[in-house]
C-alpha cells in the first residue's frame, strides 16, 4: 500500500476525467426528486406567528404572576407570615436575643399554616395531626 | 533540563503538597471530631442523652392532653387587624388603672369562642404539643396562643371591672394554664411564649387583688395554676432544648446535608457542600460552642443568686471559629435573666395567693411567711435574684411583698415587683 498523500496523487495524474457514460447519465437524470423531510418542529420554529404566540405568552405569564401576588389571597398568607414572624422576633428580642438570632430563633418556630376551626374537634379528640 | 523532566517535576510537587494539605486537613478533622466528642460526653454526663431520635415532648394520650385544647382554642382566635393587635398591646403594656375601651371589648367579643374552650384547659393536667423540634415547619401556633392570653387578659379585666371576681379567677387561671401548657416543650421559643403569656394573667391576677376580693375557691383554682407552672423552668428546658437543637444542626451541616433544618440566610444548595468542605473548622466551632453551653448551662441550673456572667467582647473578624461558636450563644445569657425575672415574679404571686387563702382561714395574715409552708405551700418559694424569699413585711391590716428583678426589667411592667395589699 503506497504511502502518497492521495490529493497529491490526483494532482499528479494524467490525462481528463473520464465522462459518465451515456446510460448512466439518462438513469440519474430518470430518478425521481425526493424533497427534503421538513417535521412539524421546523415549521413551528420557523413560523412568525408561533415566535409571535410565545412571546405573548411570557408576557401574559409575567402579568399574572404579578396579579395573582398582588391579589387577595397569596397576599393576606404573606402578610401574616410577616406579622408572625414580626411578633415572635419581637417577643425573642424583649427577653433579650441579638437581633439576628432573635430573627433565625423566629424563622424555625414558624406555624405550618392556620389551623381551621372545622378541625376544632379532630383537635381536642385526638385526630391525628 | 528538558522541557519533559520540568513539567513532571511540577506535577510531582503539586502532588506532594496535595497530599500534605489532605493529611493536615483530615488530621485537624479528627482531631475536632474528638474535641466535639470529649465536651458532649462532658454534656451528656450533667444533662443526658442528646442523641435522641426525637426533640420532642414526652407523649400524653389525646383525651389527657391539655396541648390539643390550646391547639383549638388556637385554631378559633380572631388574630385581628394589625391597628387592633397595636391597641391590645399598648392598652396591656399601660401599667395605671383602666378599663377596657369599647373597641377592645369588641374585639374580645369576636374571640369568645376561643375563651369559652380556653376555660377548660384546666380539665386536662397533662400537656405535650408532640412536635419533633429537630425538623423545621412543624410547629405549635405560638402566635394564636400569643393572642389568646391577650383576649383572656381583656376577659379578665372585663370582669373585675363587673365586680364578678370568681369568674376573673377562672380566666387568670386559663391564661396561667395556657401558659404551663407548654411546660414540657424543650424548644426555646416554647419557654419564651411561656413566659410571655403567663405575663397578662400575672398582672390581671394583680389587679384582681387591687380591687377585689376572689373567694376562698377561686383562690385555691389559681393557686394549682401557678404551682403547676412552677417546674421545670422555662429556661432550664428551654436552653437545654436549644443546645440540642444547635448540636443537631451542627450534625446536619458536617455531614453535608442542609435541606432539614433552617440554617441561616445563605443560599440552601450551597451551604451544604461549602459545609463538609470546611468540616474541620465547624467541629472545632461546634466544640467551643459545646464547652459555652455546657457553662451557660450549668449557670442555669446553679445556686441562686447566680454567678456573673463574663460579658465577652465580639470576636474580630478573622476569629471564625469564636465568630461562628458565638453566633449560637450570643445572647443566652441575657435569657438566663429574663428566667429569673419570671421566676420571682411567679414566686410573689404563689405567696400572695397563699398569704390571701391563709388570711380567709384565719382572719389575719401571718407575721412571718414560714406560716404558709406546708399548710398553704409545699415549701417558701425564693426570689433567684436575692437567693432567698421575697422581702415580707405587714402592713396596717395588709402587707407588702417585694421581689428584685433584674437590670433589663422595665420598671413600668406588670404585674411590679411590690406587691402591696392594703386589706
Not at chain 2, 466535639?36 to 442523641?51: H, I, P
Not at chain 2, 367579643?109 to 423545621?136: H, K, M, W
Not at chain 2, 421559643?189 to 390581671?204: G, K, S, T, V, W
Not at chain 2, 436552653?239 to 433552617?262: C, M, N, P, Q
Request: some cysteine.
Amino acid at each position: 500500500m503506497s504511502g502518497r498523500d492521495p490529493i497529491d496523487r490526483l494532482r499528479s495524474s494524467k490525462g481528463e476525467w473520464p465522462l459518465p457514460s451515456e446510460a448512466l447519465r439518462a438513469r440519474v437524470v430518470a430518478m425521481p426528486m425526493r424533497t427534503a423531510a421538513i417535521g412539524w418542529a421546523d415549521r413551528a420554529w420557523f413560523s412568525r406567528t408561533w415566535r409571535l404566540g410565545m412571546a405573548a405568552a411570557a408576557i401574559g405569564l409575567v402579568a399574572a404572576d404579578v396579579w395573582v401576588a398582588s391579589g387577595d389571597g397569596p397576599t393576606r398568607a404573606i402578610v401574616r407570615d410577616d406579622t408572625e414572624r414580626r411578633t415572635l422576633e419581637e417577643l425573642v428580642r424583649s427577653a433579650g436575643l441579638p437581633e439576628d438570632m432573635a430573627a433565625s430563633v423566629a424563622r424555625r418556630s414558624l406555624a405550618p399554616a392556620r389551623a381551621s376551626a372545622l378541625d376544632r374537634d379532630s383537635l381536642i379528640t385526638g385526630g391525628d395531626r | 533540563m528538558t522541557l519533559g523532566t520540568r513539567r513532571r517535576r511540577g506535577r510531582v510537587v503539586v502532588l506532594s503538597l496535595l497530599l500534605v494539605a489532605l493529611v493536615g486537613y483530615t488530621g485537624c478533622d479528627l482531631w475536632g471530631g474528638r474535641r466535639v466528642a470529649k465536651e458532649l460526653a462532658a454534656l451528656e454526663s450533667r444533662y443526658g442523652s442528646f442523641t435522641d431520635a426525637a426533640l420532642s415532648a414526652p407523649g400524653v394520650p389525646a383525651p389527657e392532653n391539655r396541648a390539643r385544647l390550646i391547639a383549638a382554642a388556637a385554631a378559633l382566635v380572631n388574630p385581628g387587624t394589625n391597628q387592633e393587635r397595636s391597641a391590645i398591646s399598648k392598652f396591656i403594656s399601660d401599667p395605671a388603672p383602666k378599663t377596657v375601651p369599647p373597641a377592645l371589648r369588641t374585639y374580645m367579643e369576636s374571640n369568645a369562642d376561643a375563651i369559652r374552650l380556653a376555660r377548660q384547659f384546666v380539665s386536662r393536667t397533662r400537656s405535650s404539643f408532640g412536635v419533633d423540634y429537630r425538623s423545621s415547619g412543624d410547629r405549635p401556633p405560638w402566635f394564636d396562643m400569643r393572642v389568646l392570653s391577650h383576649a383572656l387578659y381583656l376577659a379578665t379585666l372585663q370582669s373585675i371591672e363587673a365586680r364578678r371576681p370568681d369568674e376573673a379567677a377562672e380566666f387568670i387561671t386559663a391564661g396561667l394554664s395556657l401558659s404551663s401548657g407548654g411546660r414540657n416543650e424543650p424548644d426555646l421559643i416554647a419557654q419564651l411564649i411561656r413566659i410571655a403569656a403567663a405575663d397578662p394573667p400575672l398582672d390581671a391576677l394583680q389587679r384582681l387583688f387591687e380591687e377585689s376580693d376572689p373567694t376562698k375557691a377561686g383562690l385555691e383554682q389559681i393557686a394549682r395554676a401557678l404551682a403547676e407552672n412552677r417546674e421545670p423552668l422555662p429556661l432550664t428546658i428551654g436552653l437545654l432544648g436549644e443546645v440540642k437543637h444547635a448540636h443537631y444542626a451542627f450534625a446536619i451541616l458536617e455531614s453535608g446535608r442542609s435541606s432539614d433544618i433552617t440554617v441561616s440566610s445563605l443560599p440552601l444548595p450551597f451551604v451544604g457542600p461549602a459545609a463538609r468542605l470546611f468540616r474541620p473548622i465547624l467541629r472545632w466551632a461546634q466544640a467551643r460552642y459545646l464547652d459555652e453551653a455546657g457553662r451557660l448551662l450549668d449557670l442555669q441550673t446553679g445556686p441562686r443568686p447566680r454567678a456573673t456572667w463574663p460579658d465577652t467582647s465580639t470576636p474580630p473578624p478573622w476569629a471564625l471559629i469564636d465568630r461562628m461558636s458565638r453566633a449560637f450563644t450570643d445572647g443566652l445569657a441575657r435569657l438566663v435573666e429574663t428566667g429569673d425575672d419570671f421566676a420571682g415574679q411567679l414566686a410573689a404571686a404563689e405567696l400572695v395567693v397563699a398569704l390571701r387563702r391563709y388570711k380567709l382561714d384565719h382572719a389575719a395574715y401571718p407575721e412571718d411567711l414560714a406560716a404558709l409552708a406546708p399548710g398553704y405551700l409545699p415549701g417558701i418559694p425564693i426570689d433567684p435574684a436575692t437567693g432567698s424569699a421575697p422581702v415580707y413585711a405587714r402592713d396596717g391590716n395588709g402587707f407588702t411583698l417585694r421581689t428584685v428583678r433584674s437590670a433589663r426589667y422595665t420598671p413600668t411592667k406588670r404585674p411590679t415587683p411590690v406587691w402591696r395589699l392594703t386589706k
